[in-house]
Nanobody, 124 residues
């Protein structure tokens, strides 16, 4: 049974940083892409960043390029999202997803598994 568990969310002031983690279990993810999406109140879930597990190739939404970095830890089967220079517009529930596409997909429907989400709140 595939399980994705997010952690690391919290409350931070504008300009601050947070590091989210997604612990994956239940199968081998070497042929998967892992992605982060976020959903703010009243809005659709939107793509943030993705990484193809084996090659390490990455993909970012324009809104986070240069501020967020996605990475993976093979030994711990964990994906991280380092978020710097946070703004109130980054406030959302952040979800980790796993996709069987062989690239860092930005499309929500291409993700097969999801975690429960972790809340990130950025105060002004």
């Amino acid at each position: 049974q595939v399980q994705l568990v997010e952690s690391g969310g919290g409350l931070v002031q504008a300009g601050g940083s947070l590091r989210l983690s997604c612990a994956a279990s239940g199968r081998t993810f070497s042929s998967y892409a892992m992605g982060w999406f976020r959903q703010a109140p009243g809005k659709e879930r939107e793509f943030v960043a993705a990484i193809f597990w084996s090659a390490g190739s990455t993909n970012y939404a324009d809104s986070v390029k240069g501020r967020f970095t996605i990475s993976r830890d093979h030994a711990k089967n964990t994906v991280h999202l380092q978020m710097n220079s946070l703004t109130p517009e980054d406030t959302a529930v952040y979800y980790c997803g796993a996709s069987r596409t062989p690239y860092g997909s930005s499309l929500r429907h291409e993700y097969d598994y999801w975690g429960q989400g972790t809340q990130v709140t950025v105060s002004s």
